[in-house]
């Protein structure tokens, strides 16, 4: 075969491949997720990806603001928006923009469950955004679905998070989602249940230890055993959340926020803040600058992977 024909013949294998994956590129997605906390309140991320997109933040801040107020009406409970922003990406004519909020009241706290649903009331929800794409709803750790509907395409476990591939075919109210945070009982008995092989085969271990050192040591006096050095203790796990709750509100603001923003939207008095962000600045995930009267928190990138 000639160099032209094989020229030929390798340019009709390779172009479809490049048209395509320019084409991939090209096309445009949107993604919504929100991420529910344990007080109601959710951060709500909504992503733009594709060709000569336009970021236009005033005119979201006005849509979410409008629907707000609708929701508010229909639903009759006290909620509010706050901490708008937009992040822009750009690569040629191919733009990723982001957009998020915070949306305070967004599910309705009950006890132990946070019931999420009677904002979706508002006719045409999603169309306040951008309309269909994939839904992603984040829920908090120590929380089990206890109800939803429509049923989500996937599921995951870490983080916990429900998946719907479009909201075009939800009906007012949906997605309708109950969780319920696990109680000590609950996993107390998940825990033996998982493990009762390795439970039982220790206990019998030490049954036959304890067994073998009274009859081959029972004769001998006992030694007063000295005090055992206590061991070092961790961070408390509430203070574990903390720091993932500021970490995950500084990625979503992209990167850096005003100290005193951060105790307002994590409900933390200033000393809880200055000590936390104290801690995880010795640690290396955030630094703070001093600008007038305030301190920015930047999270630091190894922290952001």
Do not use: H
Not at 51 to 59: E, F, G, I, K, S
Not at 136 to 144: A, C, F, K, N
């Amino acid at each position: 075969m000639s160099k032209k024909k094989c020229l030929t013949c390798f340019l009709l294998l390779i172009i479809p491949v490049i048209l395509a994956e320019e084409s991939a590129q090209g096309a445009y997605q949107l993604e919504y997720t929100i991420e529910v906390y344990k007080d109601g309140s959710a951060l709500w991320i909504i992503e733009q990806r594709g060709m000569d997109l336009q970021p236009v933040l005033d005119r979201f801040v006005k849509n979410v603001s409008q629907l707000i107020k609708a929701s508010k009406s229909l639903s009759e409970r006290s909620m509010s928006a706050e901490n708008f922003f937009m992040k822009v990406r750009v690569s040629g004519s191919y733009k990723v923009i982001r957009y998020g909020f915070l949306w305070n009241g967004f599910g309705l706290v009950n006890d132990s469950r946070i019931e999420i649903g009677d904002v979706f009331l508002v006719e045409n929800f999603f169309e306040y955004f951008y309309g269909d794409g994939t839904l992603y709803i984040r829920y908090p750790d120590g929380y089990l679905v206890e109800e939803v509907y429509p049923q989500p395409g996937e599921r995951y476990e870490s983080p916990p998070t429900l998946k719907w591939y479009g909201v075009k075919d939800f009906k007012a109210g949906q997605p309708k989602i109950v969780i319920k945070e696990k109680s000590s009982t609950f996993g107390i008995l998940s825990f033996l249940a998982e493990y009762t092989v390795l439970i039982v085969g220790l206990l019998i271990f030490l049954t036959g230890g304890l067994g073998l050192y009274y009859f081959r040591f029972r004769k001998e006096p006992i030694e007063k055993a000295a005090s055992p050095t206590p061991p070092k203790t961790s961070k408390p796990p509430l203070m574990m959340d903390d720091e993932e709750k500021v970490l995950s509100l500084l990625k979503a603001a992209g990167g850096s926020l005003y100290q005193s923003t951060i105790a307002e939207q994590c409900r933390f008095s200033r000393a809880k803040v200055s000590k936390l962000l104290t801690l995880m600045e010795k640690e290396g995930k955030i630094k703070r600058e001093k600008k007038g009267r305030e301190k920015i928190v930047t999270i630091k990138e190894d922290a952001s992977d």
